[in-house]
C-alpha cells in the first residue's frame, strides 16, 4: 500500500541485545517522526527528521538509542544493550513537510518485548 | 511535564448519542490541535484538525471545538456508532518546532 510501513511489526529479544526497526515513510513526505508508547501512556516523541537531518534529537530517553535516515526515505531506529523498560510499541510517522499545520500519518508500530 | 492532558481514560456511549471527548493543555504558545483515533494493533489514523485562529471545525459527524482561553478542546461525534469504539489522542503543535505532543488517549466504547 501507500501507507506507512514498519518492520517487524512484533520483536521479542533478550535483554541485552541490540534490535533495529525500521521504518519506510509515505513516498514524498520529508518529515519523519518516531514516538514511543508504552503499556497503558500516551505517545512519546522520541526523534524526527527533515529530509537526512534530525534537527530534534531531544526525545532520546538515553546514548543507548540512535536513529538515522538515509536518502530522504527509510529511517532505522536503533536501541543497544535492550533493557527491560525498553519494552514499548514504536511508532513511525511522516508528514508532507515538518510543522505548518501537516497532519502526520502513522505506521501500525513496531511492538518490542524484552525479556 | 505533560504539556497535553486527558484526563478521562474512558467514555461509554450508547449508539446514536453524543459523544464528547476532552483535552487541556498547558503551553499556550501551541497552535495547532489534531485528533487521532487507534484501533488496537494498528497505528493512530488523523481524525479532525484545528488552527489556534478557529474555534471550530467540523468534518461529518466530527466537529472540534477549541477555547484558548481555557486552553481547551474537545471532539463531539454525532451521531456515536459502534464503528467509533476506539482510542482517540488529541495532539498539538507549536508552529516551526515540528514537535507534536500528544495527551496519554480516552477509551471510547460505543455500546450498540
Known amino acids: 500500500g501507500a501507507g506507512v510501513s514498519q518492520s517487524p511489526s512484533n520483536k521479542v529479544t533478550e535483554k541485552g541485545k541490540d534490535v533495529e526497526l525500521r521504518c519506510d515513510p509515505i513516498s514524498g513526505h520529508t518529515a519523519l517522526y518516531w514516538y514511543r508508547q508504552s503499556l497503558g501512556q500516551g505517545l512519546e516523541f522520541l526523534i524526527y527528521f527533515q529530509g537526512n537531518s534530525a534537527p530534534d534529537k531531544s526525545g532520546l530517553p538515553s546514548d543507548r538509542f540512535s536513529a538515522e535516515r538515509t536518502g530522504g526515505s527509510v529511517s532505522t531506529l536503533t536501541i543497544q544493550r535492550t533493557q527491560q523498560e525498553d519494552s514499548a510499541v514504536y511508532l513511525c510517522?511522516?508528514?508532507?513537510?515538518?510543522?505548518?499545520?501537516?497532519?502526520?500519518?502513522f505506521g501500525d508500530g513496531t511492538r518490542l518485548s524484552i525479556l | 511535564d505533560q504539556q497535553v492532558k486527558q484526563n478521562s481514560p474512558s467514555l461509554s456511549v450508547q449508539e446514536g448519542r453524543i459523544s464528547i471527548l476532552n483535552c487541556d493543555y498547558t503551553n499556550s504558545m501551541f497552535d495547532y490541535f489534531l485528533w487521532y483515533k487507534k484501533y488496537p494493533a494498528e497505528g493512530p489514523t488523523f481524525l479532525i484538525s484545528?488552527?489556534?485562529?478557529?474555534d471550530k471545525n467540523e468534518d461529518g459527524r466530527f466537529t472540534v471545538f477549541l477555547n484558548k482561553s481555557a486552553k481547551h478542546l474537545s471532539l463531539h461525534i454525532v451521531p456515536s456508532q459502534p464503528g467509533d469504539s476506539a482510542v482517540y489522542f488529541c495532539?498539538?503543535?507549536?508552529?516551526?518546532?515540528?514537535?507534536?505532543?500528544f495527551g496519554s488517549g480516552t477509551k471510547l466504547n460505543v455500546k450498540p
Open positions: 484545528i488552527s489556534s485562529i478557529k
Open positions: 510517522a511522516s508528514s508532507l513537510v515538518g510543522s505548518n499545520n501537516q497532519p502526520q500519518h
Open positions: 495532539a498539538a503543535e507549536r508552529y516551526n518546532f515540528n514537535k507534536f505532543y
